[in-house]
DNA sequence: TATTGTTATACTCTATAACTATA
DNA sequence: TATAGTTATAGAGTATAACAATA
């Protein structure tokens, strides 16, 4: 990909504006969260993870023994598209499914040991990957980031 | 239900703990666009339009001419998945697509005077979306969290 | 030879209905 | 009758290869 220049070869165009989209704050949060998941997905890349089975692995790491609906509902999707998520954590032995006695209807999650071992394999490499995507903030803009983000995050979307 | 409970209304789950993925800003930025996400699709349902649409909408309003190559770059989609989306706006007479003489591969994308007059009306529901969205901040908020965002935005990711 | 727009295709992600086995 | 997990499937969204027309 070539960059635009001041080259008389490129005809009237050099620059796109996104002026409309810019005044939104959504737009911008959707750009930032653009380079974020680009780098992060190629953080757990190298683990052989995503980001919903690292958030899987983290979520049954903080929860061991909860169920998969459970665990649907902590990640946001549907559990028919859980069961293959949790299939492949468990055909490489990271998580295991457990049968409770209580309610023989679910299984009870749990990491193996060698799920555990990844999962902290990985946080490690994400802090790494949160350290470079932040670095250009002070604690304070940081602090108050993280704040703006989960007032956003707890506003009452009240539908019309 | 058939358990004892303290509270009546208190379900007999414990609450799900997402301690580890909390730590990183980037899963706070998530959740919180999630939000922001659902609430914009619901706005521009009533248009018919998702963001995507809206958003090329948006970038031909400020960049009358451009042509498809530009407006996916614009859009970080690609080339092919762009021509469906042109296909869409302009098979509802929104966006116009007419032939360059100086490079006849290549076509200017305008709004027609229906698409400019709908890209208005979608632009004002937004910014209804965007002061509920951003409610709880204050200005001072808002602005260190466009800018802590923007950086983020522009970090330059470097790969090992 | 390179670029614009296009077709075809494939792979992921997500959403819903319906089934089974349990409760 | 309701719930947990599952199957099947369909719809988005996204990515690449290859082609025709044009430069």
Redesign the interface.
Known sequence: MDRDDADSTT???PR??????R??????????????????N?VLEEFGLRMVTY?AL??V???PG?SQS??A??L?IERPNLVVIVDELEGRDLVSRDRVPTDRRTYALQLTSEGARL?ARA?EA??R??A??????NAE??A????????????D???S
Chains 1, 2 share one sequence.
């Open positions: 005809p009237d165009r796109i504006s996104d002026a409309t989209l005044q939104f704050t959504g737009y911008t949060m959707k750009r930032a969260f653009n380079v974020v998941q680009a780098d992060v190629a958030s983290a979520i790491g903080d929860n909860l459970q665990l509902q902590a946001a999962l946080t994400v802090r990957h949160e470079r995507i932040t670095e250009g903030l803009e940081e108050i980031l993280v704040s703006a983000l989960k007032k956003i995050e707890a506003t979307i009240r539908r």
